[in-house]
């Protein structure tokens, strides 16, 4: 039966039942047979449309968290002799729901039997990748045809107003019980005047109240610099469809450190600004003492024309006062905080070590005390006005949530007056203490402890990741400061080498200056890696 395929008759009879085997532990996810039919050796790799895999135990990783493949039939087979124990075997699948896929597989004779060395696999075409996008359009708005930003393509965030679409906010629910927007956010059309289009909606975690990037209902955004790995979050879709080419400009959020995370997981880079200065209408908050708008780009130069229009006299009317659009420039001085050094992964640590050895300019270590100080009062703020915003909502949505979000605001829920009212009181003298270290330097760290976590990670270790995460990300938010991350290390992961963001803080209203001072810090120490 299986010489009825086209060109099986010419595959050597041992290779043909090796083929099929491994083809039949495919159709039934059996994962203990596919780990066995790939070559266990660090060098063995597997590709697709979603990134490069080596080693047989990231490659393993990444088909744990996969799940089954849709029902296909083998269309047809060529093969090839490359030498007397190697042989190149392509295949063409068709599934059965529709549409073709394409397997490339590189096999070698091992004492164990035939083992796949190498493979790739084009698989069945799909349009929409739901777990990264709500809505995508060809464009879905476009407003000016010239400007800085023409020919450009923006994913937004899904807290944002669409004239003619609700605001999702990661929930279907939410979805399906609030009312189509009457006008498009300032943020928005201020892209759309420059001439870029709205590429489509893009996914956010729920309520923005996370920095992993999952999402319980619509599934994980792809990790478009680590397959297999967490996108980071909340601004998990307009990062995923900036680092897949699937978009130019991510216009996202970060209260806690929803764009720099994402930024850093993905290799991107991605501009928190400095906090009131891009008008929030018609954004749906989390926690207005913190939420703020920025961009997230694959590239610096791309960044900082978003930046010059969007934060100078062609953008907002409210941004005239941003230091840096006309010319001057940030003091070439930097200042490194020893606590943020504390909570590094230790391969990071080297790597920023090295970044540091590079880095001609003048360095001064320095206390900002505790990062827990920061981030206890920072949560409690956070979690009583998310509850403010959306409290009712949830009780009268029992359910509605996903697991971890429903535990978050469950815990805003009890967070009194009392408790917000002495954490705003401890706010105001750690933003003075960063003020003064920002008045006449820039402060610079790694952006997050280290590389995205992999997608199959445990409960409990995205949770200390989540910790150590936001106890870095949160000075930053507690000043109200622009932060650039800038896609500058490169550490090894149990996925493969994977990008780590450096952390650029500038004192307020910077924002353009700050961008071209990260432009420069990039040009003179780009490549610096463990």
């Not at 003048?362 to 703020?381: K, M, N, S, T």
């Amino acid at each position: 039966m299986t010489h009825e395929i086209p060109g099986a008759a010419d595959v050597p009879a041992d290779l043909l039942d090796a083929f099929l085997a491994y083809e039949r532990a495919i159709m039934s996810n059996d994962l203990d047979e596919l780990d066995r039919w790939f070559l266990d050796d660090p060098r063995t790799m597997r590709g697709d449309d979603a990134g490069l895999l080596v080693g047989h135990e990231a490659i393993s990783a990444f088909r744990g968290l996969r799940g089954g493949v849709p029902a296909r039939d083998i269309e047809r087979i060529e093969y090839r002799a490359l030498s007397d124990d190697t042989a190149l075997i392509v295949s063409v699948s068709l599934f059965r729901i529709g549409g073709r896929g394409l397997q490339t597989q590189v096999w070698r004779h091992t004492p164990d039997g035939w083992r796949i060395t190498s493979a790739h696999v084009s698989g069945r075409p799909q349009p929409l990748n739901r777990a990264m996008w709500r809505t995508v359009g060809d464009p879905l708005l476009h407003e000016e045809r010239s400007g800085p930003l023409a020919h450009m393509t923006v994913a937004v965030k899904d807290l944002f107003a669409i004239q003619g679409y609700p605001i999702g906010a990661g929930n279907p629910t939410y979805l399906d019980t609030v009312a189509s927007e009457p006008r498009t956010a300032p943020a928005v059309t201020d892209l759309l005047r420059a001439g870029a289009s709205l590429r489509g909606i893009a996914r956010t975690d729920e309520f923005a109240y996370s920095v992993a990037g999952d999402n319980a209902h619509y599934g994980t955004p792809p990790n478009g610099a680590v397959p297999g790995a967490l996108p980071g979050g909340s601004s998990s879709g307009p990062a995923s469809a900036v680092a897949t080419g699937q978009a130019d400009i991510g216009l996202a959020t970060d209260t806690a450190g929803s764009i720099r995370v994402p930024a850093s997981y993905q290799g991107l880079w991605g501009l928190r600004t400095t906090h009131g200065l891009v008008p929030r209408a018609g954004l749906l908050p989390l926690a207005q003492s913190f939420d703020t708008i920025g961009w997230i780009t694959r590239d610096g130069g791309t960044l900082q024309k978003v930046a010059d229009w969007c934060l100078s006299y062609g953008g907002s009317d409210s941004t005239e006062r941003v230091y840096g659009e006309s010319g001057s420039d940030l003091p070439w001085r930097f200042r490194v905080p020893n606590e943020a050094l504390a909570m590094l992964e230790p391969a990071t640590r080297e790597a920023f070590e090295l970044f540091l050895d590079a880095l001609d300019a003048p360095l001064e270590r320095v206390d900002i005390g505790a990062l827990a100080d920061y981030q206890e009062p920072f949560r409690l703020v956070q979690a009583a006005e998310a509850w403010r915003n959306h409290g009712e909502w949830i009780r009268e949505h029992p359910g509605a949530l996903g697991p971890a979000i429903d535990a978050r605001f469950r815990a805003a829920s009890r967070v009194t007056t009392e408790d917000e009212e002495q954490s705003r009181a401890a706010l105001g003298p750690l933003t003075q203490r960063l003020d003064v270290l920002v008045a006449d330097a820039q402060l610079l760290i790694p952006t997050v402890p280290g590389p995205a976590p992999m997608r199959t990670s445990d409960g409990a270790k995205v949770d200390a990741v989540r910790t150590a995460t936001l106890r870095m990300t949160t000075p930053v938010a507690v000043a109200g400061i622009p932060a650039l991350s800038i896609p500058l290390l490169t550490t090894p992961s149990q996925l493969g080498p994977a990008p780590v963001g450096i952390c650029v803080a500038s004192r307020a209203e910077t924002d353009i200056a700050l961008v071209r001072l990260g432009r420069e810090l990039a040009a003179s120490v780009e490549g610096t890696s463990a």
